[in-house]
């Protein structure tokens, strides 16, 4: 069996992917298990560091009879790897997200997709449910996993502390999960986030307040500190090579409700006209696309555009 994080997998897919094993293992205590993030997150990494867990990042075993796939809804998000010979032969793919869901792609044979804090706290529930015993070790990547993606609490649901404190009686260490995410942003992020602090675009509509802009790397670190800065939609484009583009949103959940809008959905109707990929949940999301034919070189350019192709269907709303 193959167990999948998204590319640049997060505490939140790394923390799954391992609670998943751990419940699949009771059923099929004989399968051989194999853990794939082609690749992990810096803060990820300092996680691992933590338990015995192994994940591969480049060659996918032609041996897998099924796939499963954590904290992402398509094969895409698990970035430049080819499934083609596992999906051409009709095996099952099955999807464990929280992400909200446009469509099911053809691929995937079964998913299990709940408006969730986190992909962490979808396994944590399982094992309270199905009464599968959670070793200390997997309630503290899973207490990590719901930290990382609810921001420390600031987005949650009535169930999320429920599930908190069954982990944490299940041996959870709080504490550690803390340490783990605590991280001093390095110098050139810091430096990024301001260059790209200081080109911002900023648009007034009503009472909220658009924040758009570019930089090289670290998108989603300068859209959140946007929104920490007073934005209510920040948007961050990346062009870290010639023929890529990322872009990274964020928005306060005012603005969200607000406008009636997702910034998954969002994501998505806007990737779709550059043929690229995009999703994500009400209040962040993030785009990929490559270059398109007749696409501005200047990237204040492309910002613009993007200003007014989202106010667009904002206002559509
Ligand atoms: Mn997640």
Redesign the pocket.
């Known amino acids: 069996m193959g167990i999948f994080a998204h590319q640049n997998a997060?505490p939140?897919?790394i923390a799954?992917v391992v609670g998943l094993k751990h419940i699949l293992k009771q059923y099929f205590p004989n399968a051989k298990f194999t853990l794939f993030a082609h690749s992990i997150s810096t803060i990820s990494k300092k996680l691992l560091l933590t338990g015995n867990e192994v994940f591969q990042s480049d060659s996918v075993p032609n041996d897998l009879d099924v796939i499963f796939i954590c904290?992402a809804n398509n094969i895409q998000q698990l970035g430049n790897i080819s499934l083609n010979d596992f999906t051409s032969q009709k095996k099952p793919i099955i999807v464990i997200?929280?992400?909200e869901e446009i469509e099911k792609p053809d691929e995937i044979a079964h998913s299990i997709i709940n408006v969730e804090?986190?992909?962490?706290e979808m396994i944590g529930k399982m094992y309270k449910e199905l009464e599968i015993v959670l070793e200390p070790k997997i309630a503290t990547f899973l207490l990590t996993?719901i930290l990382?993606?609810t921001r420390r609490f600031i987005y949650r649901t009535a169930s999320t502390f429920d599930t908190v404190q069954f982990l944490i009686h299940s041996g959870g260490n709080y504490d550690e999960a803390l340490t783990i995410l605590q991280k001093e942003p390095s110098d050139s992020e810091k430096i990024a986030r301001l260059k790209g602090a200081t080109r911002t675009i900023i648009h007034k509509e009503g009472t909220d307040i658009y924040a758009f802009t570019h930089i090289s790397s670290y998108e989603s670190s300068l859209a959140r500190a946007l929104i920490g800065l007073g934005a209510s939609f920040a948007v961050v484009l990346a062009v870290p090579s010639d023929n890529e583009y990322r872009i990274s949103m964020r928005s306060t959940k005012t603005f969200a409700e607000g406008n009636k809008i997702s910034l998954g959905a969002l994501a998505k109707v806007i990737s779709a006209k550059f043929e690229g990929t995009g999703g994500g949940h009400q209040t962040a999301a993030g785009i990929n696309f490559k270059k398109p034919k007749e696409f501005p070189k200047d990237k204040n350019e492309i910002v613009q555009m993007l200003l007014k192709m989202m106010l667009k269907e904002i206002k559509q709303k």
């Open positions: 997060d939140d897919a799954s904290d997200d929280h992400h804090t986190s992909t962490a996993g990382f993606d």
